[in-house]
């Protein structure tokens, strides 16, 4: 044991989860120790490498005694408490989250996990209506607190509106952003630490923005994608990866996965490069790797379209455009 490391024993913090009673660290989540346990807990704006920002609510859990619901992603563990994880109040608050969230949002790309929550938990997001008619482009964007009027009782109110794209690198769709934060992130003191995207905006209005709503290429972003593999609904995603699904030849069983280490420097990044038909259709980097913790450069993310290049110009491929 060493006291500069994480080997120190911890002290055990016992509670009760569902009735169970549990030991765990101090200092651990209920989400952790929900983990731990092996009880599913869904999570939205969760993830590992970042720190807890407790907006999406779809991960809250009764705590015996306690008023409100608690976010289980960033509520540490107290000796003695009582945690109910599955009640009725749990239940219809994540049935209410999962139905406000699929009749406003296209979950369309999110893992299939979220499908399978909205029907462990009863949600109909159709319940609320058809969607309304989409926003026109730069409609949200321009929108000011107070400007969301209710709908008229007949149709559900959404955040569709036109694709954003406006780099060769990534495209924005935000029909299909949750808001969970997860983007603002990972461009912010979680990673990268540029800043080039921020919440703007209040209420339904509240969308993800660059300073001043201007494009991608006036703004402070570097195209490190880092916003991009968080993103957990595809809202941000590789154009060659958006262009294949949009024109229906996505097909991941004729795809694979590499595990190498980046050619452009001696950081020794991780990349895991998927492909299809002999493109590069997405780079990712293990959430786990040391170097990396799922992070890296422009170079990393977008620049090994060499790999496939035939001389020629090639539409979709994750650097084509890149004079654009
Ligand atoms: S690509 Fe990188 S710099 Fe640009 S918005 Fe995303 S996280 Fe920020
Ligand atoms: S764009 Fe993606 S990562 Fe960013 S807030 Fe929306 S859903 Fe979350």
Redesign the pocket.
């Known amino acids: 044991m060493t006291a500069a490391g994480s080997t120190w024993p911890r002290r055990q913090v016992e509670l009760s989860l569902d009735g169970e009673t549990v030991r765990v660290n101090e200092g651990a989540t209920i989400l952790e120790a929900c983990a731990a346990a092996g009880i599913d807990i869904p999570t939205l ?1 969760y993830l590992e490498t970042l720190a807890p920002v407790n907006v999406c609510r779809v991960c809250v859990v009764e705590v015996v005694g306690a008023r409100t619901l608690v976010p289980a992603c960033s509520r540490k563990v107290e000796p003695a408490m009582e945690v109910l994880t599955d009640s009725e109040r749990v239940r219809t608050s994540r049935r209410m989250v999962l139905e406000l969230l699929g009749s406003s949002v296209d979950l369309s790309y999110a893992a299939p996990e979220v499908t399978e929550w909205i029907d462990r938990y009863g949600a109909d997001p159709s319940r609320h209506g058809p969607p309304m008619r989409p926003s026109l482009a730069g409609e949200r964007d321009s929108a000011r607190a107070g400007h969301h009027h209710p709908s008229d009782g007949t149709t559900a109110a959404t955040v569709a509106q036109p694709v954003k794209r406006d780099n060769a690198q990534y495209v ?1 769709d ?1 029909s ?9 992130e ?1 461009c912010g003191a979680e990673a990268q630490n540029t800043f080039a ?1 921020a ?1 703007a905006g209040r209420g339904f209005e509240a969308r ?1 923005s660059t300073e001043f709503d201007v494009g991608l290429p006036d703004s402070a972003c570097v195209y490190c994608g880092n ?1 991009v593999a ?7 995603m590789f154009t060659a990866e958006h262009d294949l699904r949009a024109s229906g030849e996505w097909d991941e069983s004729r795809q694979h996965v590499t595990r190498t280490v980046c050619p452009y420097c001696g950081v020794g990044c991780n990349l895991e490069v998927r492909v299809q038909d002999n493109r590069v259709v997405r780079v990712t980097s293990p959430l786990d790797h040391d170097v990396t913790s799922g992070n890296l450069c422009v170079k990393g993310r977008f620049g090994l379209d060499f790999v496939s290049a035939t001389g020629e110009d090639e539409p979709g491929g994750i650097g084509a455009n890149r004079a654009e």
Do not use: E, M, Q, S
């Not at 299909?176 to 603002?184: A, F, G, P």
């Not at 968080?230 to 941000?236: E, M, R, Y």
């Open positions: 704006c924005r935000y299909r952003c949750i808001l969970c934060y997860k983007c603002v990972a995207i919440v993800i916003c968080v993103c957990p609904t595809g809202a941000l």
